[in-house]
């Protein structure tokens, strides 16, 4: 059974940076792909970034671009997400998302992290 388990959230200041990283288990790792959702205070949870399988291709959602990048070590079964320019509107519970196909990880994945708490103050 494919396990996800994300790290490295925290309280930061506007600015700032934080790299959230996720540890994938139960299957082969280089055969799927990895998204990153989040869900802000009071509202629905949403896309912010995903990885092909390789990760030579990216997509990010429009909020997140040029301030956020996503990255994978297949080595090490572990996806990253490097978040900059840090925004008071970023503060959400950050989940890792695995699914064997770009479409599905994007829009229904199967498998989710617990996720972890980014907090960025002003």
């Known amino acids: 059974q494919v396990q996800v388990v994300e790290s490295g959230g925290g309280l930061v200041q506007a600015g700032g940076s934080l790299r959230l990283s996720c540890v994938f288990s139960?299957?082969?790792?280089?055969?799927?792909?990895m998204a990153w959702f989040r869900q802000p205070p009071g509202k629905e949870r949403e896309f912010v970034a995903a990885?092909?399988?390789?990760?030579?291709?990216?997509w990010f959602a429009d909020a997140v671009k040029g301030r956020f990048t996503i990255s994978r070590d297949n080595a090490k079964n572990t996806v990253y997400l490097q978040m900059n320019s840090l925004k008071p509107e970023d503060t959400a519970v950050y989940y890792c998302?695995?699914?064997?196909?770009?479409?599905?990880?994007?829009?229904?994945?199967?498998?989710w992290g617990q996720g972890t708490q980014v907090t960025v103050s002003s």
């Open positions: 990885l092909s399988w390789a990760g030579g291709s990216t």
């Open positions: 998302a695995a699914d064997t196909t770009i479409g599905h990880v994007m829009n229904v994945p199967d498998y």
């Open positions: 139960g299957r082969s790792f280089s055969s799927y792909c």
